[in-house]
């Protein structure tokens, strides 16, 4: 009997890019294709959390003087979060900015997670992320609340890690950042097909990268 052909993606995120939450969309699409043409493959993903702005004060700054601040005029943050909405509506993903009051430190939201990728299962894991994104873009909570995090961790059963959460550098050129089979990468929210695309190439026999 042949052994059961892998998939590995490495998928390095962090949670207040609204790129990340978009491309994630992209590729569980691209995954639902990539499996219905190959039904037996499996598909390992690993997530890895960077943290963008660790600089942040724990309880986060306004995010609307935040975005001002990064962007330098009203104009731009405007332009820049229509585009957000405009690449959120093709994948069914609405952004209502104002609902945002902090741009939050997500040092303990990283912690939470890195919790969750060592006890909680692949399906649960990526449920975590979802409901996490919707917290912050969606329904407007804040990632840096502890008690908000402490009820997440106790609807998906985590045990919360006595270890502090340790901020990690972004070692990669930007996020959302695909890896496939340490063979290809692609960075952006690319479309789906594009990322079935390099899924399909990456499991053409070949050495793999060191």
Do not use: K
């Not at 003087?65 to 093709?90: C, I, K, N």
């Amino acid at each position: 009997m042949s052994e059961r052909q892998v998939l590995r993606l490495d998928v390095h995120i962090e949670l207040i890019c609204p790129w990340c939450q978009i491309g994630l969309r992209h590729l569980q699409r691209a995954r639902a294709a990539l499996l219905a043409e190959q039904p037996a493959l499996h598909i390992e993903l690993h997530w890895q959390l960077h943290q963008l702005l660790p600089g942040l004060p724990e309880q986060g700054l306004p995010f609307r003087e935040f975005y001002l601040e990064r962007l330098g005029s009203a104009a731009a943050v405007a332009a820049r979060q229509a585009q957000v909405q405009a690449a959120g509506h093709a994948v069914g993903l609405s952004y209502d900015f104002e609902r945002i009051a902090r741009m939050p430190n997500t040092a303990l939201a990283h912690g939470l997670l890195r919790d969750a990728q060592a006890q909680l299962d692949a399906t649960a894991m990526e449920a975590l992320l979802e409901r996490l994104f919707t917290a912050h873009f969606q329904c407007g909570e804040d990632l840096g609340d502890a008690a908000l995090l402490l009820q997440l961790a106790q609807d998906f059963g985590i045990r919360p890690s006595a270890s502090p959460p340790r901020p990690v550098a972004v070692a990669v050129p930007g996020v959302p950042y695909f890896v496939f089979n340490r063979l290809y990468a692609l960075s952006g929210a690319q479309s789906h097909e594009h990322l079935l695309a390099l899924m399909e190439q990456a499991l053409r026999p070949q050495s793999a990268l060191s």
